[in-house]
C-alpha cells in the first residue's frame, strides 16, 4: 500500500483518554503479572494505532502545508497532544508503581522502567500549556520553512531542493547557492 491510500482518522483526545483510563483500570485490577503484562501489550498496540494516525496527519501536512485539512489536524495535535502525554504518563505511572514491577521486569526487561523513570522526570502537568505553545510555534516553524522559494539557477527550489547546490564540488556554485539562500 502507498503512503498516500493509506487511510487517515483523527484520534480524539477523549476517546484516547478513554482508552487510556480503562487501560490503567484494568492495569489496577490484573490479578497477577501475567495479567498486567497483557495490558501492557494491549497498550502498546494502541500506542502504535494512535503513533500511526499522528504521524500520517504530520507527514501529510508537512507535504502540502497549505492543505486546510491537514492543518487543521496538526492544530488539533499540536492542542491536544500534551493532554494526550499527561495520560500515557499516568499509565506509565501505574506500570512503574506496580507491585508486579519485579516480574514485569524480568519478562520484559529493565529498560523499559528506566525509559518510563525518565520520562516522568520531563512531564508535569503544570507545562501543558507551555507544550501546546511550543508545538504551535513548532508547526509555524515548519510552515515558514516549507514556504520558501529560492530563485537560483533561473528556476524555484525549496530549501531541500535547493541543499544539494551547498555541497558541489565546485566553490563558486557553493557560494552562489547559500547567498541565493540567505537572500530568502
Not at 497498550?43 to 494512535?50: E, F, H, Q, S
Not at 508545538?135 to 515558514?144: A, F, P, Q, S, V
Request: hydrophobic residues 40%; aromatic residues 10%; charged residues 30%.
Amino acid at each position: 500500500m502507498k503512503f498516500t491510500e493509506m487511510p487517515y482518522k483523527r484520534l480524539l483526545a477523549e476517546d484516547y483518554i478513554a482508552k487510556m483510563n480503562s487501560l490503567i483500570e484494568a492495569f489496577n485490577n490484573a490479578k497477577t503479572a501475567k495479567e498486567a503484562i497483557a495490558v501492557i501489550k494491549d497498550a502498546d498496540k494502541y500506542a502504535i494505532l494512535v503513533d500511526t494516525e499522528v504521524t500520517i496527519a504530520f507527514v501529510r501536512n508537512s507535504l502540502d502545508t497549505t492543505n486546510e485539512f491537514y492543518n487543521a489536524e496538526r492544530e488539533y495535535y499540536d492542542e491536544n497532544s500534551p493532554k494526550m502525554t499527561e495520560m500515557s504518563q499516568a499509565f506509565s505511572r501505574v506500570m512503574y508503581e506496580s507491585k508486579f514491577r519485579p516480574e514485569i521486569e524480568k519478562k520484559i526487561g529493565s529498560l523499559l522502567f528506566k525509559n518510563i523513570e525518565l520520562s516522568l522526570k520531563t512531564f508535569s502537568p503544570e507545562i501543558i500549556a507551555d507544550l501546546q505553545e511550543e508545538n504551535k510555534l513548532t508547526t509555524e516553524y515548519d510552515k515558514l520553512i516549507s514556504s520558501a522559494q529560492i530563485e537560483y539557477e533561473g528556476k524555484t527550489h525549496t530549501l531541500a531542493q535547493i541543499a544539494p547546490f551547498h555541497t558541489n564540488p565546485d566553490r563558486a556554485v557553493r557560494k552562489s547557492s547559500l547567498e541565493a539562500r540567505v537572500k530568502w
